[in-house]
């Protein structure tokens, strides 16, 4: 019949309403598992920076460069139950993440800090799973940005030097 879950009377509260929340964030990793959309919104973050490509291609480089060590370091502080500093690492990449067009990183990141902060564990586990995913597929975005970019740069130069 599909029925994964039920609830029978007489229902503890807590336990009905974290029963949905589980549904949910269930779905909601199917779903997104489910479509290959990119992380990256290039003309929204090429917007947010103003529409210098070459500002853009920097700010993507510090963003990749300073965000290789994220996923370990959050994780430890998530292992470690230090979830005052594991908040701190998701506030910086919600806010890095939104600037640079990342807005599916950014989103998550604001509701895992949000967990974080109240130490809410059952929601911590499944976010961080959420946020490692967009996480690694961003930063393979932003290698593969910079790499079309460098070619076509390339291709630039050779073409004037063949003029």
């Known amino acids: 019949s599909g029925i994964y879950h039920y609830i ?3 229902f503890n509260p807590d336990q009905f309403i974290q029963t949905i929340k589980d549904i949910i964030l269930e779905n909601e990793n199917e779903y997104d598992a489910d479509k290959d959309v990119g992380v990256l919104d290039y003309q929204q973050g090429l917007k947010n920076i103003g529409d210098n490509i070459d500002i853009y291609n920097q700010v993507l480089k510090e963003y990749h460069n300073e965000n290789e060590d994220t996923l ?4 430890a502080a998530i292992d470690e139950k230090r979830y005052d500093d594991a908040a701190q690492i998701a506030h910086k990449v919600k806010s890095s993440s939104g600037s640079i067009g990342a807005t599916p990183l950014q989103d998550v990141a604001t509701s895992l800090q949000k967990a974080l902060e109240e130490e809410k564990e059952d929601e911590i586990v499944l976010l961080h799973g959420r946020f490692a995913k967009l996480m690694s597929k961003l930063l393979e975005e932003i290698e593969k940005f910079q790499e079309n970019n460098e070619r076509v740069m390339r291709s630039r130069v050779g073409e ?3 003029d």
């Open 8 to 10: 029978s009377k007489p």
């Open 160 to 162: 004037k030097e063949g």
């Open 72 to 75: 370990k370091r959050l994780e």
